[in-house]
C-alpha cells in the first residue's frame, strides 16, 4: 500500500495518518510462519521542521514453537515503529535499517511496516521468557518440575570424586 504524502513534504506541521493491516502469513522465521493473523499498524507520519517521520504502533499475535520446549504458543506481538522517511538516500553504502526512500511523493508502507517486523521478532520462539525447556537426558518438561535425573559430575573432576569413593 503506498502512502501519499504530497500535502505534507513541503508543509512543516503537516501531518498524514495511515491505518491499514498487512497479510506476512507466508513469511517463515527460523523454518515456521509464527504470523498466521493479519498485522495490524495505526500511526502517523509528521513533517517535523522538513524531516518526515513516521511513528505508530504494529501488533498481531504470534502463533509458533517453543524453542527450549516444543510447545505451541499464541502470544500477542505489539512492535513500536519510528522511522524516517527521505526523497533520496545519500549514501547506499551505510544504509540505515529505519531510513527509507519515498517513491516520488508516496511511502511504501508495506515495505516498511514488514522490515520492522523482520527486525523485531526474536531469534528464538518462546513459549515465555522464563521457560526451563526440556531435560536433555530424558525429555523430561522442566517447567512441569524436576525430571529427577542425577546430575552428571563434572569429568573434570572425577579425580577428585574417586577420593571421595575410597
Known sequence: MLLGLSKIIDCPGGVVPFETSLDLSQME???????????HAVGQVRNTAGVLVMTGELTTRLHGICDRCAKSFVRDFAVSLEAVLV?????????????????????DLDD????AVVLNMDSK????????????????????????????PDPRLAVLQQLLNK
Open 29 to 39: 522465521f527460523g523454518g515456521s510462519t509464527p504470523l498466521a493473523e493479519p498485522v
Open 87 to 107: 526523497t533520496k538516500l545519500e549514501n547506499e553504502d551505510c544504509e540505515d535499517p529505519w531510513t527509507f526512500e519515498l517513491d516520488g511523493d508516496q511511502a
Open 125 to 152: 520462539q518462546l513459549c515465555s521468557e522464563d521457560c526451563k525447556g526440556l531435560c536433555p537426558r530424558c525429555g523430561a518438561d522442566l517447567n512441569l518440575g524436576p525430571c529427577g535425573c542425577k546430575p552428571e
Open 112 to 115: 516498511i511496516l514488514t522490515t
